[in-house]
Structure formats: structure tokens, C-alpha cells
């Protein structure tokens, strides 16, 4: 019986440090501009094999092999950090902590959190328990000054990314002022038109050091080229976004069929 054990903690631990390692991989090609791999994140876990913002969808995620994971998170008026896109004022029934979402993330898969960077502290404090810090993606459209003072000591450590809506007034000028106080490792570019000149422009101001994360869950969000036109012909769609704007993560709502067309391509 010992035996049996032992070779049983011999295979558990082997497997933890398999998973470990698959996040590190993932953080590691995230934080290099010059690796060509595209990232898949799923938008709130896999809502379709499970309700979205719980462990249930991030396990999905996992299994169908994402990269990362977006979860939305909320903070009730008693202070405890939930996952729910929503505004929340006290916790809804059967709402997951992100404590327990980090748990369940640990060493497998990066983490990239939405709505809530107004809470990073707080949510910093929560990965410094569970020894997720590293697999966190931070995001917000705050101004980089505002940013930077939030972060704090954890500003050069932490990977934040900043939300550029290109087709507003002003995009290069924030692009530029985030280069110059917190030069991102990524950014999150949304746009609703495809031919718009800025694009090309942006896109030049972090060649060789950033990679570009574009959402496909619906055409606004990416000049068009969303999950719906590549269902249909994935070179329109997904295929646009890598030729054309280098995309080198990409948030879907289709998983599988992502992952696939890269494993494909």
C-alpha cells in the first residue's frame, strides 16, 4: 500500500509541475514581442460548456486548450471580490470568489482580469495569497499617469494592459504617453473600422515591442473580422486579424474552433 502511495504523490506532483509549467510558457510568450504564437483567451471562461465567471467555465477553458482566461470581477458592498459582469451590491447566489478562481487557475492557465482595476490592490493582495501574482493579466483604459500611480511598486513587475479605442480622438497620443511612463508589454487594441489609417500607425508605434491583443466576439470590437465571419471563412475573420494587424492574442467567444484554426494554420 505504501508503494502504491508513493508512486500515486510521485504522479501528482509530476502533473502540478506539468501545469506549472504550461502558465510559465504562456506568461513567457505573452511577455516576448518577437514570438509569433497567437494567445487564445476565452471571454469568460467557456459559457457555452458552463455558466460563465465560475471555476465550471475556467476548467472548460483549460480543457479546451486556451492560453488564457478573461473573468469579470466585481466588488460587493461588503468588500469581497466576486466574479460577475454586472454591477453587483451584495454577493448573488452561487457567485464564485476570485480567490477561488485563482485557485483553480494556479500554474495552469494566465488569468486576465476585466472590470476591475480600480481594486488591483486588493486583488494583488488576494494572488500574493494564493501565488497567482504572475499569471494575472491587469487591464483598463485609465490614462498611464493614473495607472502608474495606482500600481505603485508593482508597476514594472505586474503585466498591465492598457485598452486603446483606436478610432477615437487621441489614441497615439495615450499610446504614446503609456510607451513613455510604463512601455506595456501588450496592448489591447478595439476598433469598429478596418480601414481607418490609424491602425497601421498604432501598430508601428510598438512593432518589436508589444504584442496586440484584439476581441472577436462581435464586429465592433475588431473592424468587423469577429468569431461570427470566422465561423464562416476564419481567413476574413481570425486570418485578417494575424496577416494584417498581427494580432498576437486574440479573446473569443469560440474556443475550440480558435484553437483549432491555429493549431491548423
Avoid at 455558466?51 to 458592498?77: F, H, K, M, Q, Y
Avoid at 491583443?213 to 473592424?223: E, K, Q, R
Wanted: contains cysteine.
Amino acid at each position: 500500500m505504501k508503494k502504491i502511495l508513493f508512486i500515486t504523490a510521485l504522479a501528482l506532483i509530476a502533473a502540478v509541475s506539468l501545469a506549472q509549467t504550461r502558465a510559465e510558457a504562456v506568461r513567457a510568450c505573452l511577455l516576448d514581442p518577437l514570438d509569433k504564437s497567437v494567445l487564445v483567451a476565452s471571454h469568460r471562461g467557456v459559457w457555452v460548456d458552463a455558466p460563465e465567471n465560475t471555476v465550471e467555465a475556467i476548467e472548460a477553458a483549460i480543457s479546451s486548450g486556451a492560453d488564457i482566461v478573461e473573468i469579470d470581477v466585481r466588488r460587493t458592498l461588503g468588500g469581497e471580490l466576486i466574479l460577475h459582469h454586472g454591477p453587483v451590491l451584495f454577493r448573488p447566489s452561487g457567485a464564485t470568489n476570485l480567490e477561488d478562481a485563482l485557485i483553480a487557475a494556479k500554474g495552469r492557465i494566465m488569468v486576465n482580469i476585466d472590470k476591475a482595476f480600480k481594486h488591483f490592490r486588493q486583488i494583488v493582495e488576494i494572488a500574493g495569497k494564493t501565488g497567482t501574482l504572475e499569471q494575472i493579466i491587469f487591464k483598463s483604459t485609465m490614462p498611464a499617469g493614473k495607472a502608474k500611480a495606482l500600481m505603485g511598486e508593482y508597476a514594472d513587475d505586474v503585466i498591465f494592459m492598457p485598452i486603446i479605442h483606436l478610432c477615437n480622438g487621441g489614441a497615439l497620443a495615450c499610446i504614446e504617453e503609456y510607451e513613455r511612463l510604463l512601455s506595456p508589454r501588450i496592448y489591447e487594441w478595439v476598433f469598429d473600422d478596418d480601414s481607418d489609417p490609424v491602425l497601421t500607425i498604432a501598430s508601428a508605434l510598438i512593432a518589436g515591442k508589444s504584442k496586440i491583443w484584439v476581441n472577436t466576439m462581435w464586429g465592433s470590437l475588431c473592424g468587423g473580422h469577429d468569431d461570427a465571419v470566422s465561423l464562416d471563412n476564419p481567413e476574413a475573420g481570425y486570418g485578417w486579424l494575424i496577416r494584417e494587424l498581427g494580432a498576437g492574442a486574440m479573446q473569443t467567444d469560440q474556443t475550440a474552433f480558435l484553437v483549432d484554426y491555429l493549431k491548423k494554420r
